[in-house]
C-alpha cells in the first residue's frame, strides 16, 4: 500500500466524512455550482476522480448514463457504496491516480478538489491522462479550494498547471462565470478533431 493510501484510509477510519460533505451548506452550495457549470444535461459515460464518500457522486449520477467513481482509499470507496446502493449507473474502483488511470472513454471527467493533494509532476501526469481517456468534444470540469492550505500546491496553482499543460495539447478552455470566495471552477473540452 501506497503512504497516500494509507493516510487516507486512516483519516477516513477516524471519521467517515472528514470534510463534512454530507452536512455542509459550503458543500451542497458548491455541488450545485458544479452541476450548473456542466454544459450538457446528459453524459454517457462520465468519470468523477477522488469521489470520496459519494455526495457529489450521487448528484452527478443524474447527468449520467454510468458514472465511475474513483478513489485511493477503500474505506470511503465502502461507505460511497453503501450510500449510492440505489443507483445502478454507479461504479467504484480503488486506484491511485494518475499512475493506475481507470480503462475507457469517457465524455465528462470532474476532479473536484483533488488537484492540490498531488505532486506538479502528478498534475501534468494527470492532465496528459485525462486527454487520453477523454472523449472527442468531452468535458473536464476542475473544482478547486482557492484558500491558503498547508503544504503541497494551493488551489490555483494546481488549476493554472493542469489548465495550462492541457492548452499545450490543443484543449480548449472554456470560459465560466462561477467562482466563489473560497472556490472555483474551470472548464476545459477536448476538440471534435485534434490538430496533427
Known sequence: MSERRDRFDALYAENIDPWN??????????YQATLNALPRDRYNSGLEVGC???ELTRLLSSRCDHLLGVDVSNIALEEARRRTADLPNISYQQAELPAAWPDGVFDLIVLSEVLYFLSAREIVELAERVGQALSP????LLVNFTCPI????QGDA????FLSEWET????PIPLAVG???YRIDLARKPAVMAP
Not at 460533505?21 to 458548491?30: C, G, L, V
Not at 495539447?169 to 480548449?172: A, Q, R
Open 21 to 30: 460533505f454530507a452536512a455542509s451548506a459550503y458543500e451542497r452550495e458548491k
Open 137 to 140: 468534444s468531452g468535458d473536464c
Open 52 to 54: 470520496s464518500i459519494g
Open 169 to 172: 495539447h490543443g484543449f480548449e
Open 158 to 161: 494546481a488549476a493554472e498547471l
Open 150 to 153: 498547508d503544504g503541497g500546491i
Open 180 to 182: 466563489a470566495a473560497s
